[in-house]
T-cell receptor, first 116, second 116 residues
Framework: AQSVTQLGSHVSVSEGALVLLRCNYSSSVPPYLFWYVQYPNQGLQLLLKYTSAATLVKGINGFEAEFKKSETSFHLTKPSAHMSDAAEYFCAVSRNYGGSQGNLIFGKGTKLSVKP | DTEVTQTPKHLVMGMTNKKSLKCEQHMGHRAMYWYKQKAKKPPELMFVYSYEKLSINESVPSRFSPECPNSSLLNLHLHALQPEDSALYLC???????????????FGDGTRLSIL
């Protein structure tokens, strides 16, 4: 069965500092992995996805993630944090459910705070 | 602006009321999803429709009744809800569920439901 674990329920960085949000996955088959962001009172917005085409995936808003099979990780990074990056971030893996693909299993989420 | 539109944005109802949540997308997607999200938690899958047919029901109580009238619309009918059903209800869509699981889901901004 697939699952994802996000390390750290809350991460705080200073504006301009590196953002690193950690996600480890468990999957018996090659996984499809996603990062979503949720701003207050909004739905989830796709940041980026890994679908095996390239191990380094670039997303929106300057975020990127690297798929490392040896470490079963898919950590999200951004070189320089901006105040507008403050939000909840969810890592997710696509679940194979009775032959039906595409259902997501979410991690518990990491709340990112950005200090001025 | 999200491409998945949910109405209403907020709903307050008593335990004896009947109400409906509505979700609409015009991206030509053939899979649509209902999620429930409690505060500070990840979304939990409730229902999946694939090509207008219910394909997954995650053991949701019968007081929640989904309906997919056509490929663009998804409703969630509510009746005799309990206070613990208060949550953010998110709708999502994806191209379909017959692929390899690499298709991202697009989320609406949700309906915030409060049960008195």
């Amino acid at each position: 069965a697939q699952s994802v674990t996000q390390l750290g329920s809350h991460v705080s960085v200073s504006e301009g500092a590196l953002v690193l949000l950690r996600c480890n996955y468990s999957s018996s088959v090659p996984p499809y992995l996603f990062w979503y962001v949720q701003y207050p009172n909004q739905g989830l917005q796709l940041l980026l996805k890994y679908t095996s085409a390239a191990t380094l995936v670039k997303g929106i808003n300057g975020f990127e993630a690297e798929f490392k099979k040896s470490e079963t990780s898919f950590h999200l990074t951004k070189p320089s944090a901006h105040m507008s990056d403050a939000a909840e971030y969810f890592c997710a893996v696509s679940r194979n459910y009775g032959g039906s693909q595409g259902n997501l299993i979410f991690g518990k989420g990491t709340k990112l705070s950005v200090k001025p | 602006d999200t491409e998945v539109t949910q109405t209403p944005k907020h709903l307050v109802m008593g335990m004896t009321n009947k109400k409906s949540l509505k979700c609409e997308q015009h991206m030509g997607h053939r899979a649509m999803y209902w999620y429930k999200q409690k505060a500070k938690k990840p979304p939990e899958l409730m229902f999946v429709y694939s090509y207008e047919k219910l394909s997954i029901n995650e053991s949701v109580p019968s007081r929640f009744s989904p309906e997919c009238p056509n490929s663009s619309l998804l409703n969630l009918h509510l009746h005799a809800l309990q206070p613990e059903d208060s949550a953010l209800y998110l709708c999502a869509s994806s191209q379909d569920t017959r692929g390899r699981g690499n298709q991202p889901q697009h989320f609406g901004d949700g309906t915030r439901l409060s049960i008195l």
